[in-house]
C-alpha cells in the first residue's frame, strides 16, 4: 500500500506533509527506544509499521503488553468511519477521547493499533471529545 493512501485511509484525504516525511529503520529490539527518542527529540509522532507479517504482529504484541502505555483497537472502530452515520462517529468519538484521556491522566503513550485495518480518525473529529488536530498534529508524522 502507498503510504500517502495508507495515511489518507487514516486520517482523510486532503492532509499534507512539508517535505518528505522521515523515516527511521530499526530491529525489533530497539523500536520502543527509538520511537520515544522520535518523541521526546525529534517531537515527532512515530507511525510504527512493520517490514511483514511476522514483524507486525510483533510490533502490536509489544504495545498490548507494555506498561506505559494505552492501547486503542482501532480496528474496531473501522466500521463506525464508513459511512455518515452521526450516531457511529459519536461512539468512535467516545473510545478515542476516553482512551486520549486517561493517557494523559496516567502519563502514557497512546497507542493507535491499526492490526490490518485503518480506521479514518477524521470521521471522529468532535471538539469537545476527540479533537483530531489537537491530538495528532499531522505535520509530526515520523514512519
Keep these: 500500500v502507498d503510504l500517502e493512501e ?3 485511509s487514516i486520517v482523510g ?3 499534507e ?4 516525511l522521515p523515516r527511521t529503520r530499526v530491529i525489533m529490539a530497539d523500536m520502543p527506544a527509538e520511537a520515544e527518542r522520535v518523541f521526546n527529540e525529534l ?4 507511525l510504527i509499521c512493520g517490514k511483514d507479517e511476522d514483524a507486525r504482529s510483533g510490533v502490536g504484541t509489544y504495545w498490548n503488553y507494555a506498561g506505559g502505555v494505552t492501547v486503542v483497537d482501532t480496528k474496531a472502530l473501522v466500521i ?3 459511512g ?9 468519538s467516545e473510545i478515542l477521547g476516553a ?3 486517561a493517557a494523559m491522566e496516567h502519563g502514557n503513550w497512546l497507542v493507535l493499533h491499526m492490526q490490518n485495518g485503518a480506521c479514518n480518525l477524521m470521521a ?5 471529545e476527540f479533537p483530531v488536530e489537537l491530538v495528532l498534529d499531522l505535520s509530526l508524522i515520523h514512519i
Design 84 to 92: 455518515n452515520d452521526p450516531m457511529k462517529a459519536a461512539e468512535g
Design 13 to 15: 484525504k486532503g492532509w
Design 43 to 46: 517531537g515527532l509522532i512515530p
Design 99 to 101: 482512551a486520549t484521556r
Design 17 to 20: 506533509a512539508e517535505g518528505r
Design 6 to 8: 495508507y495515511i489518507s
Design 80 to 82: 463506525k468511519s464508513i
Design 124 to 128: 471522529f473529529d468532535d471538539n469537545e
